[in-house]
């Protein structure tokens, strides 16, 4: 079925005003030069820093290493690299230290052994971070609303909580898009973060502040949440891992916004790291007594699985294009799991795919089982405040004059056409595709996708192309688990990747497979190595041209 006459209009006014908008940002945008080394971070030089979650807390525990030097590391890095990303908002620097030296104090009065305390604290001394939309005692909790600015957290979101009682340290919190709900994190609150590989480059949203300083080398675990791709979408953008679980397993409690109508089964919680092999581990502590519905203690055989690859959503007109060089990357995944582990990939067409924002924007909006709608986005702008009419806030923006992002205006404005219930149409498709693929994958199947049409675009790019979050969004919709995989570099330099797919509660399936492909495609780079390594070459050829 193709696009209504109206959504046609829709989407030709939206991208007409967003034109208009994007000259406007062309404009303002302060000029940079096309040296790479200027765009990206200083490479990593503490090793410590290249130590996964888990070694790191074995490594605490046999005393080879002080909680406190761990934790004093990541400090000193996040003071080198935040300047350039502004990924961290919040610090609790001077908190974290005492609790790492009574860390270091425990330990060495501990006198039940090392299976002990990894039976009781298995991240004990490890630092990680926070997306700020989530409750962390004595932080921040405003999610990017200038009306929030004074809200300060009394109480832990249980995730959090969870992580602290599993021994980990928290350093602080990290930006989000307004109210997390774009793929660009800034606010009139902390401004924009950057991307570490490309400092003109978005980190994605809304958990682009915990994807930055993960892969910038400031955070080796991190707590992000997920409605349309926020945690897949940044962990793609800056080359780390990333997991949205089974709905309903990790709490959703103590974050700003909470979710309403049916919003609740759609938006997760879960683990961003750095190394695939932490992902399961931070899903066991998140997800408390719910982690035990996942069997994540059963081993897996991938050479038993089935595999699926889908190279695109089918050509949504709303969509762009698939990259190139992500076709080429999810490729090189089919090759070498057949290579490797003697299965057969099977190549599929999914049809209802290319109505994925559609089923997204129709069940966000639906009213849940109490027959209420979800809370509107322009009255979780107002925060229970004067009343937002994006009108004249598009009008202020245009002279500087809001305290709104063009983005979350944008929203709301889009918000006043949204249908009050799906059309029949488009919820007969919803449960169609949640059909076909839950008998495609069952207990023992994963599905190979792109995580987004595009390489991490450039600052405000996205607002060309609205519905390129399709990709992840359809997920959280039918509620399946997936994990989000690094698949190395493109020529331009940035994290290519690709999503993993499984079947309800059977999140242990795609966290195996995304150790597999992190072993075989190299997993997270540090980008300052990388900006480093191609100014030398570059430096290098200028040479060799001069010399010619």
């Known amino acids: 079925m193709a696009l209504t006459r109206f959504e046609r209009f829709l989407a030709s006014m939206l991208r007409g005003a967003v034109g208009m908008l994007f000259a406007v940002f062309q404009l303002l945008a302060p000029r940079r030069g096309a040296d ?11 090793p410590l820093l290249r130590v996964p979650a888990m070694r790191l807390a074995r490594m605490i525990r046999r005393r080879e290493v002080t909680s ?3 934790v004093q590391t990541y400090i000193d890095r996040i003071q080198e690299i935040n300047p350039l990303i502004n990924a961290m908002v919040k610090d609790r620097f001077s908190l974290a230290l005492q609790e790492a030296a009574q860390v270091d104090k425990l330990i060495e009065e501990e006198t039940g052994g090392e299976d002990v305390l990894e039976d009781r604290l298995p991240l004990l001394g490890v630092p990680f971070t926070v997306k700020e939309a989530f409750s962390l005692q004595g932080m921040p909790n405003s999610t990017g609303l200038v009306s929030r600015r004074g809200v300060i957290s009394a109480t832990d979101a249980p995730p959090v909580a969870l ?3 599993a021994g980990a340290i928290p350093l602080g919190v990290t930006n989000c898009s307004e109210l997390c709900m774009w793929l660009e994190s800034h606010n009139h609150l902390y401004g924009i973060t950057n991307n570490p590989y490309d400092l003109e480059r978005i980190p994605g949203g809304s958990s682009g502040g915990e994807g930055s300083i993960l892969g ?8 992000g949440s997920d409605v349309g791709g926020s945690i897949r979408i940044p962990a793609f953008f800056n080359g780390i891992f990333g997991h949205k679980p089974t709905s309903g397993v990790v709490s959703n409690v103590g974050q700003f916004p909470p979710a309403s109508g049916q919003q609740p089964g759609f938006l997760c919680t879960g683990p961003m790291c750095r190394y695939a092999q932490d992902l399961l581990p931070m899903l066991r502590v998140m997800g408390g007594a719910n982690a035990d519905r996942l069997s994540l203690s059963s081993e897996v055989d991938l050479k038993g699985l089935r595999f699926f690859s ?3 959503d089918g050509g949504s007109p709303l969509v762009s294009p698939v990259d190139q060089q ?11 799991l057949e290579a490797d582990l003697g299965v057969k ?3 599929l067409k999914i049809p209802q795919l290319k109505y994925s924002f559609q089923i997204w924007s129709a069940m966000m909006g639906a009213p849940g089982k109490d027959g209420k709608k979800p809370t509107s986005f322009a009255e979780l702008m107002s925060d229970h405040g004067k009343k937002v009419w994006p009108l004249w806030e598009m009008a202020k923006w245009t002279v500087g004059l809001s305290k709104h992002t063009v983005a979350a205006i944008g929203l709301v404005l889009v918000e006043m056409f949204q249908r009050s219930q ?6 007969l498709q919803k449960e169609s595709l949640q059909k076909d693929l839950e008998e495609l994958l069952g207990t023992d199947g994963v599905l190979l996708y792109p995580s987004h049409p595009h390489l991490a675009p450039k600052h405000h790019h996205p607002l060309f192309t609205p519905f390129n979050f399709s990709y992840t969004g359809i997920f959280n919709i039918l509620g399946l688990p997936v994990t989000q995989c690094p698949l190395g570099l493109s020529v331009e330099g940035l994290p290519l990747g690709l999503q993993l797919v499984v079947g309800k509660q059977q999140d242990r399936l795609s966290l195996a497979t995304a150790v597999f492909l992190e072993k075989t495609f190299g997993g997270w780079r540090d980008p300052g190595s990388i900006a480093t390594a191609t100014t030398q070459l570059d430096t290098l050829r200028g040479t060799s041209t001069t010399k010619s």
């Open 326 to 336: 992500l076709v080429l990357a999810q490729r090189r995944v089919v090759e070498r």
């Open 216 to 223: 910038g080398g400031g955070s080796v675990i991190g707590v």
């Open 345 to 347: 990939v099977q190549q």
């Open 310 to 312: 889908v190279p695109h």
């Open 163 to 165: 992580l602290k009682r």
């Open 36 to 46: 790479r080394s200027a765009r990206s971070l200083p490479p990593i030089t503490n």
């Open 422 to 427: 799906p059309t029949q149409f488009i919820l």
């Open 68 to 70: 406190v030097e761990v």
